[in-house]
T-cell receptor, first 114, second 114 residues
Framework: NAGVTQTPKFQVLKTGQSMTLQCAQD?????MSWYRQDPGMGLRLIHY???????DQGEVPNGYNVSRSTTEDFPLRLLSAAPSQTSVYFC?????????????FGPGTRLTVL | SQKIEQNSEALNIQEGKTATLTCNYT??????LQWYRQDPGRGPVFLLL?????KEKRKERLKVTFDTTLKQSLFHITASQPADSATYLC?????????????FGKGTKLSVKP
């Protein structure tokens, strides 16, 4: 198993540009989520999905869109990038309610918005 | 609102000593608490989960305690090694439900000196 994969690893955008951060998992996990990690702020939940076709907002959803058309993929879209979205983005997956609530994280995407 | 605090931003100890990291939470009664390790430039990696009805859990040199009265978890690394140097995150089940949104602390950076 590759686990949770994210692309790209690094990205530089100009203010106003849009892009999609890709996330995929091959563990057949129903639950997937996106976090951002900023110095001094810890990990904050952006959006999450409990299964294909179902998404919901987390703590900091503004400026981001998600969709979940398959169990494997959970892309995060930045609609119009802003410098405040400079951060490291982590995708994670898990199988909730199975008695094993381990969350598996991807390697992260480091995004800089100029 | 739910709040989770890791008291120390950084902890420096000598090799061979026991490292003790603290996680406190307020305004919530979580069903479980998790500890993760994060190395620079990488995603968090799950270490241990302890449930509300468990007082203590061990895994090799790691020990976690959970005191629901004090609303506190302690994470111990015995016989610490320089390879244990990393940032350690605690996380709570934010909703208590099967969706399992995790709320993370800001982390404690542990440095083990030889």
């Amino acid at each position: 198993n590759a686990g949770v994969t994210q692309t790209p690893k690094f990205q530089v955008l100009k203010t106003g540009q849009s892009m999609t951060l890709q996330c995929a998992q091959d563990m057949n996990h129903e639950y997937m989520s996106w976090y951002r990690q900023d110095p001094g702020m810890g990990l904050r939940l952006i959006h999450y999905s409990v299964g294909a076709g179902i998404t919901d907002q987390g703590e900091v959803p503004n400026g981001y869109n998600v969709s979940r058309s398959t169990t494997e993929d959970f892309p995060l879209r930045l609609l119009s990038a802003a410098p405040s979205q400079t951060s490291v983005y982590f995708c994670a997956s898990r199988v909730p309610g199975q008695g094993s609530d381990t969350q598996y994280f991807g390697p992260g995407t480091r995004l800089t918005v100029l | 609102s739910q709040k989770i605090e890791q008291n120390s931003e950084a902890l420096n100890i000598q090799e061979g000593k026991t490292a003790t990291l603290t996680c406190n939470y307020t305004n919530y009664s979580p069903a479980y608490l998790q500890w993760y390790r994060q190395d620079p430039g990488r995603g968090p990696v799950f270490l241990l989960l302890i449930r509300e009805n468990e007082k203590e859990k061990r895994k090799e040199r790691l020990k976690v305690t959970f005191d629901t009265t004090l609303k506190q978890s302690l994470f111990h690394i015995t016989a610490s090694q320089p390879a244990d140097s990393a940032t350690y995150l605690c996380a709570l089940d934010g909703t208590g439900g099967s969706q399992g949104n995790l709320i993370f602390g800001k982390g404690t950076k542990l440095s083990v000196k030889p």
